[in-house]
């Protein structure tokens, strides 16, 4: 069955850079993206952004361009997403989300558990 | 971007009632629409996907309708389980967005 394993959860200070993981296992890593999405203390779910597989092609949220990096391993079918320059509303749940495609349409269609990253001084 | 805008925000309801939640997207995205159930403390799970499609394991009281820009997401006979917080997203784009979610509270 597909799994999406991420990293545990992280504190940070303000400025500092977090990098979670997200290993996938029961399919084939390279032939589906992942997205990663975050969620804020009692708000609703952000896109973050998303990353082929495959190729490593990436597109990032605008609001997050030049703070984050989203990267794979296919060696170890590993999924990651590096956030920089954090602050405190960068607390928040992120999840990593493999992609489906079905009639045409992209769907998130297998969830990680989340990994909670605080960030404070 | 493609902005995403459900209603409402939140709402009451009983067990047993029918509830329908609308997305709205600011710009036509055909049947590129899913929807999220988030029950709380939990990771999201994909209730219907291309706009009307069940996703397997669903229960058959939820539903999905709309094209374009108006997308409405249905749940006949609300049952406990289903009081959790709702989502709409488009991936009409490369750069997916979600609607700011709905929450379904016990009455």
């Known amino acids: 069955q597909v799994q999406l394993v991420q990293s545990g959860g992280e504190v940070k200070k303000p400025g500092a850079s977090v990098k979670v993981s997200c290993k996938a296992s029961g399919y084939s890593f390279s032939s589906y993206g992942i997205s990663w999405v975050r969620q804020a203390p009692g708000q609703g779910l952000e896109w973050m952004g998303w990353?082929?597989?495959?190729?490593?092609?990436?597109h990032y949220a605008q609001k997050l361009q030049g703070r984050v990096s989203m990267t794979r391993d296919k060696s170890t079918s590993t999924a990651y997403m590096e956030l920089g320059s954090l602050r405190s509303d960068d607390t928040a749940v992120y999840y990593c989300?493999?992609?489906?495609?079905?009639?045409?349409?992209?769907?998130?269609?297998?969830w990680g558990q989340g990994t909670l990253v605080t960030v404070s001084s | 971007d493609i902005q995403m805008t459900q209603s409402p925000s939140s709402l009451s309801a009983s067990v047993g009632d029918r509830v329908t939640i609308t997305c709205r997207a600011s710009q036509t995205i055909g049947t590129s629409l899913n929807w999220y159930q988030q029950e709380s403390g939990k990771a999201p799970k994909l209730l219907i996907y291309?706009?009307?499609s069940l996703q397997s394991g669903v229960p058959s009281r939820f539903s999905g309708s709309g094209s374009g820009t108006d997308f409405s997401l249905t749940i006949n006979s609300l049952q406990p389980e289903d009081f959790a917080t709702y989502y709409c997203q488009q991936s009409y784009s490369d750069w997916k967005t979600f609607g700011q979610g709905t929450k379904v509270e016990i009455k």
């Open positions: 989300a493999r992609e489906s495609e079905i009639l045409g349409v992209v769907m998130l269609h297998y």
């Open positions: 291309a706009a009307s």
């Open positions: 990353i082929s597989a495959h190729y490593g092609d990436t």
